[in-house]
């Protein structure tokens, strides 16, 4: 099975600041993967799609980039809403791996 | 609204069996794969198994192969997962969700775009 290795596990930020979160494939994926983001007590939400491809109504302030093995997901001003723990998920091949989530926090 | 809801979580013993039920709404279900994904309490996100359409395909993570079966009713927009020889282990919420496929920039990709609520299963004596 793929390995998706997330970092970094959690961070914290100031509202406003520019928050990336990076994910690593232990093998090519080219750019099957998707970034989720999973609200306390809540169920996950498709944020990203594609790698770069940004899914309808999610705010344009999120963004992805990567192909390959190393991926990004970017939030150009983190908002108080934001809080949530972000996970990547390759649909490259089966079975299907999830990164082990960065959680974010604001300080 | 487009929406699928899980059910069937509960209390069971190590080695006991359970099904859980996911009903969909709102979309064509027999046009879509539809995917089952775990989270056990505190910990990370699990996929667990996926299906085809018409139910003849899926796939499973190793941890639960042959003990698992996903398989779906098309006539009552119904997916399920029969349970098998649970483990502590198992112990998690199980959610439901969507398979998408998109197409973007010459390419396919599988999406999952509606998740149900989740429900929990939780295997101890």
């Known amino acids: 099975a793929i390995q998706m290795t997330q970092s970094p596990s959690s961070l914290s930020a100031s509202v406003g600041d520019r928050v990336t979160i990076t994910c690593r494939a232990s093998?090519?994926?080219?750019?099957?993967l998707g970034w989720y983001q999973q609200k306390p007590g809540k169920a996950p939400k498709l944020l990203i799609y594609?790698?770069?491809n940004l899914q309808s109504g999610v705010p344009s302030r999120f963004s992805g980039s990567g192909s390959g093995t190393d991926f990004t997901l970017t939030i150009s001003s983190l908002q108080p809403e934001d809080i949530a723990t972000y996970y990547c998920?390759?649909?490259?091949?089966?079975?299907?791996?999830f990164g082990q989530g960065t959680k974010v926090e604001i300080k | 609204e487009v929406e699928v809801v899980e059910s069937g979580g509960g209390l069971v013993q190590p080695g006991g069996s359970l099904t859980l039920s996911c009903a969909a709404s709102?979309?064509?279900?027999?046009?879509?794969?539809m995917t089952w994904v775990r989270q056990a309490p505190g910990k990370g996100l699990e996929w667990v198994a996926n299906?085809?359409?018409?139910?003849?395909?899926?796939n499973y993570v190793d941890s639960v192969k042959g003990r698992f079966t996903i398989f779906r009713d098309n006539a009552k927009n119904s997916l399920y997962l029969q349970m098998n020889s649970l483990r502590a282990e198992d112990t998690a919420v199980y959610y439901c969700?969507?398979?998408?496929?998109?197409?973007?920039?010459?390419?396919?990709?599988?999406?999952?775009?509606?998740w149900g609520q989740g429900t929990m299963v939780t295997v101890s004596s």
């Open positions: 969700a969507r398979d998408s496929t998109v197409f973007e920039s010459f390419a396919y990709y599988d999406v999952l775009d509606i």
């Open positions: 709102g979309f064509i279900f027999r046009s879509y794969w």
């Open positions: 299906i085809k359409v018409d139910g003849s395909e899926a």
């Open positions: 093998q090519g994926i080219r750019s099957d």
């Open positions: 594609a790698a770069s």
């Open positions: 998920l390759q649909d490259y091949s089966y079975p299907r791996t």
